[in-house]
């Protein structure tokens, strides 16, 4: 097609209890983009406001609540690693009352040892900080009294009855140590900035201090040994919690990517609902689908809902805000797997107008003869149609991620090997088709009657003595293409204003039917002088014609559509823009027309790289291990150019669509159709 699919304006009224299944259908099958445009329907009158902002309130309440959900899901995987999808999966459903048990049920579980787990942390990291401090100062030959001075460590020592131990270590928890020394006698430790808390622990507890003997050195072993017995088990226990998140990721993984999936999906939907709930039991859409899809989906639709459901359509004339300019109608395109595969191209600089000429069709040509005359090769081609088999759908995984490429890797591939049949070259070989070649042309020569030598190979690009004018008439070729390609940009210009009713930008611009009686007339001349002709008086009415068109453009318009005044901004602004919009004229059609000219520049660098790896490699090839050395040449020069030739030859070419093609028409871009659909990446 050379026009975007017709498009339609739908609206769907439904019951409250049929929305989320209208919202899965239409998730899943991705074939309606929602519109914010709604000032064809009826006005809503106080009542129904009132009860729009009710439906709302409750859709709102219901999308906060799922977030909840969604966050609760978020703490549990980041806690136990595990990577939970953003977007519903293939299977997701809405999430009901054993769903939201389970992420409770889930949530709590592993909370819990997450609280667990952060005690025994904090706790592992107090007693390694006490039992360092304690180890540095258990040989120091000074009376146990001094030790109170450490800048770390806080000992107490004293009597405290055995039945109140147990209630002091859980009142104080990881934040002392408490050591009994034998009978009733203990040895609480803690650091400098808790020593307030274990006093008034310890008092509350009835610990009666006691003074050490005079002369009783060091601190007591029996403090190391609880603190290193208490490590270990601090440790131990964080091993078991570790293992115990292990055997939570294998029981709960799968039930975090369902659930997360399904509150996924729940979360669109409500968050849709909440801005097309009209009433407490009404919800309307309205979007845009293909028109060739209307009636199909109506039936679909139908039998979703068992008949609840009001469907209205309207075609884009029929839109106030379309017609008003304020709403584009988005742009869907259909084409076969050869064209469709170059639609990035297009959309990359901009989605074409609705109802105006799709240029993928010329984009998918031209991107490919230009690519081919550029990179001729037949075993760099043939290495680039091999590419793209590999990365399509009977392909290797490995290049899955290339499969948007396959089709236009197979394309320039195959045009890369008839240009290098033409030029005589196969991974840069010079002479493995001068045999075949030279049989061929012998044959059609035979049959033309001539005699002689036939050349070694159809397109020498080598610039040498017996061939120079065969290069010009090459670059004359390219030139030809660059004309071609200008000249279908400005007719789909021409074309598409016509449809867009801008009559004096299609006849009288200078993309218009001025523009390109300006520039053929100027290219006829062009030929007539190279082929002995001269410049002759009737041409100077031949260039003078258009350019007064193109001059005049904006005064004739306003004068055809009856506005005035005819000259909008003054004489002298009028004459200045004219003058500037003719020398625009000329050096945009001269540029876009020259520009050209490096398509046969870079047909003739990749030559003389060709012939610069293939000399190397005979220069190579008498020496001793000359074949190694030769066969390394050869592949380490093809590589080179297949990687950095190709880029750049592709990204000329894209240079050359943008620039030279769609700045001829692509004067307002539109909007690409966007389906609304629950998961953005969808297999081809």
């Known amino acids: 097609m050379i026009r975007p699919r017709k498009m339609k304006q739908i609206e769907l009224t439904v019951l409250e209890r049929d929305i989320d299944g209208l919202i899965t259908f239409l998730g899943r099958q991705g074939v309606m983009q929602f519109s914010q445009s709604h000032e064809h329907r009826v006005p809503l009158d106080e009542s129904q406001a009132k009860q729009k902002g009710v439906a709302h309130a409750r859709d709102e309440a219901l999308y906060q609540d799922i977030q909840k959900q969604l966050e609760k899901l978020k703490t549990v995987s980041v806690y136990l690693g595990i990577d939970l999808p953003t977007e519903p999966e293939e299977t997701s459903l809405f999430p009901g009352p054993a769903e939201a048990a389970l992420v409770e049920e889930i949530h709590t579980a592993v909370t819990s040892v997450t609280a667990q787990e952060q005690e025994l942390i904090q706790e592992r990291e107090h007693l390694e900080a006490t039992l360092n401090e304690a180890r540095a100062f258990s040989n120091l030959n000074a009376p146990f009294s001094a030790l109170d001075q450490l800048s770390y460590l806080t000992l107490r020592i004293g009597r405290l009855d055995p039945k109140e131990q147990a209630g002091l270590k859980e009142r104080l928890a990881n934040r002392a140590v408490i050591v009994p020394l034998g009978e009733d006698r203990v040895v609480a430790a803690a650091s400098r900035k808790g020593r307030f808390a274990l006093d008034s622990e310890l008092k509350k507890h009835s610990f009666i201090p006691v003074t050490v003997p005079e002369g009783y050195q060091r601190i007591p072993p029996e403090l190391l040994t609880s603190l290193e017995s208490r490590l270990e088990e601090v440790v131990q226990e964080l091993q078991n919690l570790e293992e115990r998140k292990g055997h939570f990721r294998n029981d709960y993984g799968p039930k975090l990517r369902a659930l997360a999936g399904s509150y996924s999906m729940a979360a669109i939907a409500a968050q849709l609902k909440g801005k097309l709930g009209v009433s407490k039991n009404l919800y309307v859409l309205s979007g845009w689908v293909p028109a060739d899809t209307l009636k199909n989906l109506v039936a679909e639709l139908e039998q979703l809902t068992d008949g609840r459901i ?18 584009k109608v988005p742009v869907l395109l259909k084409h076969g797997a050869f064209v469709k595969s170059f639609e990035r191209v297009v959309f990359s600089y901009g989605a074409p107008l609705y109802g105006t000429i799709d240029p993928t069709p010329f984009v998918a040509v031209f991107f490919t003869i230009l690519f081919g005359i550029m990179f001729g090769d037949v075993g760099q081609g043939f290495v680039l149609l091999l590419l793209g088999i590999l990365a399509g759908k009977r392909g290797i995984k490995a290049l899955a991620g290339f499969r948007s490429y396959s089709t236009p890797l197979i394309a320039v591939g195959i045009a890369s090997m008839v240009m290098g049949l033409l030029s005589g070259s196969v991974f840069a070989h010079e002479e493995l088709l001068v045999v075949p070649t030279q049989k061929i042309l012998g044959f059609f020569m035979g049959l033309a009657g001539q005699t002689g030598e036939p050349p070694e190979r159809i397109l020498h690009l080598m610039p040498e003595a017996d061939n120079i004018e065969k290069l010009f008439y090459f670059f004359g070729f390219t030139l030809g293409v660059g004309i071609l390609l200008t000249s279908i940009g400005l007719w789909v210009n021409i074309i598409n204003q016509i449809i867009l009713k801008k009559y004096e930008k299609a006849f009288f611009s200078k993309t218009g039917i001025a523009g390109v009686l300006l520039f053929w007339y100027a290219l006829f001349i062009a030929v007539r002088c190279l082929m002995g002709g001269h410049f002759a008086w009737f041409d100077l009415l031949g260039l003078m014609v258009p350019g007064f068109c193109i001059f005049f453009g904006p005064v004739i318009g306003r004068l055809i559509a009856n506005e005035r005044p005819l000259l909008a901004e003054g004489l002298m602004v009028f004459i200045m823009e004219g003058f500037v919009e ?28 060709s012939f610069i790896v293939f000399t190397l490699s005979g220069m190579v090839s008498h020496l001793t291990g000359g074949s190694l050395f030769s066969l390394i040449i050869m592949l380490i020069g093809n590589t080179v150019i297949i990687l950095l030739e190709g880029m750049i030859v592709a990204i000329q070419v894209v240079r050359l669509q943008y620039y030279e093609f769609f700045s001829k028409f692509f004067t307002e871009t539109g909007t690409e159709f966007s389906p609304f659909r629950f998961r953005r990446e969808v297999k081809s």
């Open 310 to 327: 009001a469907v209205r359509a309207y075609d884009p004339d029929e839109i106030a805000t379309v017609k008003e300019g304020k709403e």
């Open 582 to 609: 003719i020398l625009e004229t000329l050096s945009t059609y001269i540029s876009n027309t020259v520009s050209f000219l490096r398509v046969g520049a870079f047909a003739l660098s990749h030559g003389v790289l």
